[in-house]
Each structure stands twice: as structure tokens, then as C-alpha cells.
């Protein structure tokens, strides 16, 4: 009977000890899974197709700052003046037929004839001439424009030359193409109303582009994807029998 006694007592204690493990390890194993990285909302979003490849806001691609600001109509009144000072520059210059020297040339006699009369007026009335400021461009500003510009024209240079070596074909005909419509563009109207044509659409494009970005991007990744099968097809059946000559490796130093 006491040998009985015991075996049902270590039976009891290794039946406890084996229950005690197998709570450990479910509960080891819920940690576990709970520890596993969900995926986050950013990496989500990230999966999410962009016009262009773009991964920052539209703002952000646009330079940000005032421009962006203007673009975008953040100032309602500053975008409509910038516009309408556009607008009035299109119609005097290619509506009107004004000529740029003939402009220049008018608003600089308007201006001193005005300021002549003011002086010799207020000579008269209070015996003291009027004070005209100064009107000079900073040297800083002067330098910043012109290093700006500097760098925009080498980078386009350091462009061109990139694509003309050959590595990329498909950049290559992408340029050409572009360069072909813009040709045909010129040709259909004069700089001037081309420089219009590409202001206003700066200033609609991006702003509604960023109002119905979630509609926009879900039909250009159709497009793109069309782009490409086209792309692909037009590769296999054309571009790859153009004969290439052997490309030669870059010595490492």
C-alpha cells in the first residue's frame, strides 16, 4: 500500500511539472508572436504606387518654400496675382503685338516724365526736392542667381552627356522622343506662348494632382504597366537584333 501511495504521489508531482512546462511554452510562444514586427502604416503606404516613383509629398518635389507655396495655391491671393500678372504679360506681348524694347522704352519715359513733374512741383510748393531712392541689385543676390544657374546649366550638360554615352537606351529614345514633341510644339506657336502655356500648367497640374492624387495614381500604374508590356514587346521584336559591339569592362584601380 505505501509503495502504492508513492508512485501515485510521483505521478501527481510529474503530471504538475510536465503541465508547469507546457504553460511556459504557450506562453513563450504567444510572446513570441506578439513580438513579431507588425507591418507598419509607412511601410504600407510605401507599397502604395506614386506617379513618377515619387515617395515625397508633392510639395516637397516641387523645391517647397514660396515657389512650392505658389504653385499649390497655398496663398490664394499671391498665386492669382502671380497669374494674372502672367496673363497680362501674354496678352500685351503676343495678343497685342507690344514689342519688349518698346515696352521698356515707354514705362522708362512714363517714369521720368512723372518723377521730373513730382520734383519740379514740390520745389515749388514745399522748396524742397522729393527724395528718390536708390535702386541698386545686391552683389550676394547677383552672385547667387548666377551660381544657381551655373549649376542647372552642368547639370543638364553632365545629363546629355550621360545619355549620349550609350548605357541607356531606353533614357536615350525617351529624350528623343521628347525632344521630337517639344520641336513639333515649337513650330505650332513662338516662345512666349510656349512659356504661358507651361506657367499655367504649373500652376493647375500640381494642385489638382494633390487634390486627387489617390484617383490619379491607381490609373497611371495601368498606364505604366501598359507602357511597359508595349515597351518590352517592341525590345524583343526590334531593339534586341540591332547589333552592339563588345562593351568593355572598367579596370578597377
Known amino acids: 500500500m505505501a509503495e502504492k501511495k508513492e508512485e501515485s504521489v510521483e505521478e501527481s508531482v510529474m503530471e504538475k511539472i510536465t503541465e508547469k512546462f507546457h504553460q511556459e511554452d504557450s506562453s513563450s510562444s504567444s510572446d513570441s508572436d506578439n513580438e513579431k514586427p507588425q507591418p507598419s502604416a509607412s511601410s504600407v503606404k510605401a507599397k502604395i504606387y506614386r506617379l513618377f516613383g515619387r515617395e515625397k509629398p508633392v510639395h516637397t518635389v516641387l523645391g517647397g518654400g514660396k515657389p512650392a507655396d505658389i504653385f ?31 515696352l521698356v522704352c515707354h514705362c522708362l519715359i512714363l517714369s521720368l516724365a512723372i518723377l521730373f513733374l513730382w520734383s519740379n512741383a514740390s520745389t515749388f510748393i514745399n522748396k524742397s526736392s522729393p ?35 550609350g ?23 513662338n516662345f512666349l506662348t ?60
Open 131 to 165: 527724395h528718390i531712392p536708390e535702386v541698386s541689385i545686391p552683389e550676394d543676390v547677383a552672385v547667387d542667381v548666377a551660381l544657381s544657374l551655373r549649376y542647372e546649366i552642368n547639370r543638364g550638360f553632365a545629363v546629355l552627356r550621360d545619355i549620349a554615352s
Open 194 to 253: 510656349l512659356f504661358y502655356i507651361v506657367f499655367v500648367t504649373l500652376h493647375t497640374v500640381p494642385v489638382l494632382y494633390e487634390k486627387y492624387e489617390d484617383k490619379v495614381d491607381p490609373f497611371a500604374e495601368k498606364v505604366m504597366a501598359e507602357i511597359k508590356k508595349h515597351y518590352a514587346t517592341f525590345h524583343a521584336k526590334c531593339l534586341s537584333k540591332i547589333p552592339r559591339g563588345p562593351l568593355k569592362e572598367k579596370k578597377h584601380q
Open 72 to 102: 499649390l495655391w497655398r496663398n490664394k491671393k499671391i498665386s492669382a496675382g502671380v497669374l494674372g500678372v502672367a496673363t497680362a504679360i501674354w496678352v500685351l506681348f503676343e495678343l497685342m503685338e507690344y514689342h519688349l524694347l518698346t
Open 167 to 189: 548605357r541607356e537606351l531606353k533614357k536615350f529614345l525617351m529624350v528623343i522622343a521628347g525632344l521630337w514633341v517639344l520641336s513639333i510644339i515649337g513650330t505650332c506657336c
